[in-house]
């Protein structure tokens, strides 16, 4: 085969692994069909890596092979990790993949041929935004795995000496662009723009966190769309680009889904008003049920609406939620589940999880869907979640979450609320749905108590 013809034959590679990564996006925007999503990406990212090593400019695989097998020694446990771990995960994938595109660029700088003015900015660029996502995403990572405080750590002028160390890092990529032959302010270029991106995190609380991983996705993929341009590889720029916008995408929906603007996750200190909020709450009585009564409200109800949060998840209960769904629709009870956008702890949490249990898709309702229905709703069961269905976001005009769409339970004829204890959820402020006369509190884990009423309800059954 003539080195043309091989080179056409891997274009065409390359076009099939764009086409699979936009088909992947586009399949991964619906519960029904995200399983292909997630096999397309992995083709399409399998592909773009066989034709990359059947280039003709792959002079030895050695380091290759001996990198693949790191990568997939790191790999491999990461994807292993229980889901409630996964947005921690995302962060540290993120944390490596923007780790590879700055030292792809550093090498470049290094080894590769002399750099004119214009590549010379393509990588100065490209190595500021991969180092400062590289520090950012692994602060993210240590705030959601708490091994590093989870409240926004802020002083006095933080965002002038942030500004201007990132200014900093830029105005020696201007200086590398006038003279690219200036090996010693590289290195120092990295190491402010590596600076830059602990001091761009470590103000941002634990609550915005999912928001900034998925705006830090952004950023690694601006990064490798760089690189793409560094390296004149167009299947990088194009998976650069889809990664940049869909994360830039995913970061505006969780906004508006928690009614906060961009400025106000990156410079709000959001962790703080929790605090506040959380020292001034009163002391009211509330109404508890044990899995017997609240198997016999179930029994009675014509339609239920089950509400899952993030405590769903950390319990395991979504195959026990299931068999509770099997039950009560044995019976003819109409169960349908409330699915509010930031539920959980990632985009789509509770959807997965729902999905892992095999509940069928039609029976997930989106909040603005579900939420004119809750007054005609007989119970409203939420299960480990809080925040989702805080009215207070309706009526209190200085809750920190004053504005967030919820779910509106408050509405339906009975309230069931499954949880632990009074706790607050992640916004760390109390919830005035349990102190309504309407709602009943079941207090336990949320596994063994829904399979308690699972018990109850076949018990009365048989
Ligand atoms: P939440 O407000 O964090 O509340 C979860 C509740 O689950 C807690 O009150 C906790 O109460 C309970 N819980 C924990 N473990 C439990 C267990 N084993 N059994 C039973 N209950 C348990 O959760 P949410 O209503 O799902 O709201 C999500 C929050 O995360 C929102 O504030 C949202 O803005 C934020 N957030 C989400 C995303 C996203 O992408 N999904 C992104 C950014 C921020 P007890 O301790 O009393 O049991």
């Given at each position: ?306 509400v ?74 939420v299960?480990?979640a809080n925040?989702v269905t805080n ?15 919820i779910l509106?339970v ?21 919830n005035?749905l ?29």
């Amino acid at each position: 085969m003539t080195e043309l013809a091989l080179q056409q034959y891997l274009d065409f590679a390359y076009i099939v692994a764009v086409v699979l990564f936009v088909l992947s996006l586009k399949f991964l925007s619906s519960p029904a069909s995200a399983r292909w999503g997630v096999l397309a990406g992995e083709i399409g990212a399998a592909l773009a890596v066989i034709v990359t090593l059947c280039n003709p400019e792959v002079a030895q695989y050695k380091w290759i092979l001996i990198s693949l097998i790191l990568g997939a020694g790191i790999g491999v446990p990461l994807g292993l990790v229980h889901m409630t771990a996964v947005p921690q995960r995302t962060a540290l994938s993120h944390a490596l993949g923007a780790l590879s595109a700055a030292m792809i660029g550093v090498a470049e700088y290094y080894v590769g041929t002399a750099p004119t003015r214009f590549e010379m900015g393509e990588i100065a660029l490209e190595v500021i935004i991969g180092s400062l996502t590289f520090t950012g995403s692994l602060i993210a990572a240590g705030k959601l795995q708490e091994i590093l405080p989870q409240r926004p750590i802020v002083y006095r002028g933080q965002n002038i000496v942030s500004l201007s160390v990132l200014a900093g890092a830029l105005g020696l990529a201007v200086a590398l662009v006038v003279n690219p032959a200036n090996t010693t302010l590289f290195p120092i270029m990295v190491i402010v723009a590596l600076c830059f991106g602990i001091l761009l995190v470590t103000p941002i609380g634990g609550a915005d966190m999912p928001t900034v991983i998925s705006l830090l996705n952004s950023y690694a993929g601006v990064s490798a769309a760089l690189l793409g341009f560094v390296l004149n590889s167009k299947v990088l720029v194009v998976a650069g680009a889809l990664d940049g916008s869909s994360g830039l995408i995913l970061s505006v929906i969780m906004c508006k889904a928690m009614n906060r603007s961009f400025t106000n996750v990156m410079f709000g200190a959001f962790g703080q008003v929790q605090a506040s909020a959380a020292g001034v709450q009163e002391e009211r009585t509330v109404r508890s049920a044990t899995p017997d009564e609240a198997a016999g409200i179930l029994a009675a109800a014509n339609s239920v609406v089950i509400v899952p949060g993030y405590g769903m998840a950390v319990a395991q209960a979504q195959h026990k939620v299931r068999e509770l769904y099997d039950v009560l629709t044995k019976r003819g009870v109409e169960v349908r589940f409330a699915i509010h956008p930031v539920a959980g702890r990632m985009p789509g949490h509770m959807n997965v999880l729902l999905a892992e249990a095999d509940i069928p898709y039609d029976r997930l309702i989106e909040m603005d869907d579900i939420n004119g229905d809750f007054p005609q709703t007989d119970v409203a069961l939420v299960i480990g979640a809080n925040d989702v269905t805080n009215p207070a976001a309706r009526t209190d005009t200085g809750s920190p979450i004053f504005g967030m769409p919820i779910l509106d339970v408050d509405k339906a004829r009975t309230v069931m609320v499954i949880k632990r204890s009074m706790s607050p959820g992640f916004a760390g402020i109390d919830n005035p749905l349990y102190y309504l006369d309407k709602t009943l509190m079941l207090f336990g884990d949320a596994k063994s108590f829904v399979n308690s009423i699972v018990h109850e309800l076949t018990g009365t059954t048989h």
